[in-house]
C-alpha cells in the first residue's frame, strides 16, 4: 500500500497544505495555519506513522519547565511532548499504526495539536523567551 498517498490525501481533505514531499524517504511537511501548525513533519515508517511539530529551544535545562511539560502530557488526549536526541528542542510527538490508519484518526491527531497550541501557546511563549 502507498501510504504517502493516502496520508497526503487526508491531509488535503482536512485542509492541509503539503509543503514537502519526498516520496523515497517517506516523508511530508504539512501546514494548516488555522490550526497554528507550521512545518509538522510526517514520517512514514510502516508499520508506523510518526508526526512531530517543532515548539521551541531551550539552551538551559529547566526542572521547572520539564516538569509542567509532563504535568501537560497528562492532559493531552493524543501525542505528548518530547526533547530531541540532542537535548535543545521540545517537540510534538504523536505516533500510530499506519496498517488502520483513517481520516478521522488522522485528523484527531492533527485537532489535538492544534488545541494544545490554542491552549498551552502563553506557556510555550514563556519557555522559549526563559529558557
Not at 516538569?67 to 510527538?93: P, T, W
Amino acid at each position: 500500500m502507498n501510504y504517502i498517498n493516502t496520508i497526503e490525501n487526508f491531509a488535503a481533505q482536512i485542509g492541509c497544505s503539503i509543503i514537502y514531499k519526498n516520496e523515497q524517504e517517506g516523508i511530508l511537511k504539512i501546514d494548516n495555519q488555522p490550526d497554528g501548525i507550521h512545518n509538522l513533519i510526517i514520517g512514514i515508517a510502516p508499520p508506523i506513522l510518526i508526526m512531530e511539530q517543532y515548539l521551541f529551544s531551550f539552551s538551559t535545562d529547566s526542572v521547572d519547565m520539564f516538569k509542567q511539560l509532563l504535568q501537560k502530557n497528562r492532559d493531552m488526549i493524543h501525542g505528548a511532548f518530547v526533547i530531541n536526541e540532542e537535548g535543545n528542542k521540545v517537540l510534538f510527538r504523536y505516533t500510530m499504526q499506519l496498517e488502520n490508519i483513517n481520516l478521522n484518526e488522522f485528523e484527531g491527531a492533527l485537532n489535538s495539536l492544534g488545541l494544545l497550541l490554542s491552549e498551552y501557546y502563553q506557556q510555550i511563549i514563556n519557555f522559549s523567551k526563559n529558557y
